[in-house]
């Protein structure tokens, strides 16, 4: 069985990495990728990643902020169905993405209604984690107006840099995948103190280990 796990950044996935150094699992042959922050970084190292080892199964670990201010920092959850929430026009103080101005169609393939769903299909286990849906964007979200044109337009629960630009990637190459994303903070004004980015990490790996484990 071979497993490609990504991450934007080597921190992300850090405890993971020295649990692999020690641990040996003679079922798996498990490749690491640190693709980069954003989608373009994600698009280009993860195409090229798939093409040259072509993985049973990919998997994206990474923090993420979340929208409902109800959830615990630290909640660690599946992406089940993504979708882009930067590209397009802005029309005076309107934001018009790609298929609102019909560039793009809502069932463009790899899209399913103007979204890149994960059809959780050819994955040995799929982890007992909550299935929510995420945006991916290029700036961080950081201002009010920003996160409510999100809520409106995406109704979206968790917003990442890269999960879009990894779910396109594993659809059109037909690779089973998963996203797993820890939250690590709240989409807001933007406020760094209230960030908990080490808890985030440590439930995240904990979460993937726990995965990897389930194998051996
Ligand atoms: O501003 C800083 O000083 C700073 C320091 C460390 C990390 C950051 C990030 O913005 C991390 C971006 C990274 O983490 C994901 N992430 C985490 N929270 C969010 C969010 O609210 N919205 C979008 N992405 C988020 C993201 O996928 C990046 O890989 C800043």
Known sequence: MKILVTAATPFEIQPFLDHLAKQNYPDCQITTLIGGIGMMHTAFQLGRQLTKMRPDIAIQAGIAGCFDHSWEIGKVVIIDKEQVGDLGVEDDHAFKDLFDIQLWQPDMPPFTNKQLVNPLDNLPF????????GV???TVSGSERTRNLLVEKYAP???SMEGAAFHYACLLEKIPFLQFRSISNYVEVRDKSKWNI???VRTLNESLIKYIEQWN
């Open 198 to 200: 080490p808890l985030a």
């Open 136 to 138: 991916t964007i290029n």
């Open 126 to 133: 799929i982890p007992e984690l909550p299935r929510v849906s």
């Open 157 to 159: 629960e968790v917003e």
